[in-house]
């Protein structure tokens, strides 16, 4: 039982280049999300996904596309990368109740846009 | 939206000492609070949470009190050990719009916590 996977764990990218992150979990979780973590600043959400074909916008949605395909899968997207985007990205899932459930992070991706 | 605002952001303590972290939230319908702790270059991890139908929970060294009319919830860590020092991170969650509505964590800036040997 891995958790929830990130691939790759770094990467540098040119300004204008585009990537996938990409995030597996294998817990059956409904709920996925993407976070960006940078210094000072917390964690704040990018998009997420309440199931399978479903993807909506968080705090921060603005150069980053999602897609969840599947529902162990959601993948992270940026068309053209910017230097403001280097950051530590976070792929998180969670089951879905009316309480509240604990979210379950994975390794994190560190990205440089130079 | 919810805003979730955590003090202080630095902490140090001496081994052995207490430690206490607060959070405030702004949305009164918010009705779970996890704290995660973030060691360096590590994913965060849950160390415990508490529903808005609790005042206090405890796990050994660490206890989490919530106060819905001041709209704020505390981590407390007694016997504080070497291994605590981290960032250590409030969330709350308020309820979706409808019962299909994602849960999101609105997250707190964070405290390093170093407790000094």
């Known amino acids: 039982n891995a958790g929830v996977t990130q691939t790759p764990k770094f990467r540098v990218l040119k300004t204008g280049q585009s990537m996938t992150l990409l995030c597996a979990q294998d817990m059956n979780h409904e709920y996925m999300y993407w976070y960006r973590q940078d210094p000072g600043m917390g964690l704040r959400l990018i998009h997420y996904s309440v199931g399978e074909g479903t993807t909506a916008k968080g705090e921060v949605p603005d150069g980053y596309n999602v897609s969840r395909l599947k529902k162990q899968n959601f993948l992270l997207g940026l068309e053209s990368a910017a230097p403001s985007q280097t950051s530590v990205y976070f792929c998180?899932?969670?089951?879905?109740?009316?309480?509240?459930?604990?979210?379950?992070f994975g390794d994190g991706t560190r990205l440089s846009i130079l | 939206g919810e805003n979730v605002e955590q003090h202080p952001s630095t902490l140090s303590v001496q081994e052995g000492d207490s430690a206490v972290i607060k959070c405030t939230y702004s949305d009164s319908a918010s009705n779970y609070f996890p704290w995660y702790k973030q060691e360096l270059g590590k994913r965060p991890q849950l160390i415990i949470d508490i529903r808005s139908n609790v005042g206090e929970k405890k796990d050994q060294r660490i206890a989490v009190t919530l106060n819905k009319t001041a709209k704020h919830f505390s981590l407390h860590i007694t016997e504080t050990q070497p291994e605590d020092s981290a960032v250590y991170f409030c969330?709350?969650?308020?309820?979706?719009?409808?019962?299909?509505?994602?849960?999101?964590?609105?997250f707190g800036s964070g405290t390093q916590l170093t407790v000094l040997p």
């Open positions: 969330a709350a969650n308020p309820p979706g719009i409808s019962s299909g509505s994602a849960r999101q964590l609105t």
């Open positions: 998180a899932s969670s089951h879905t109740t009316v309480s509240g459930q604990p979210q379950h």
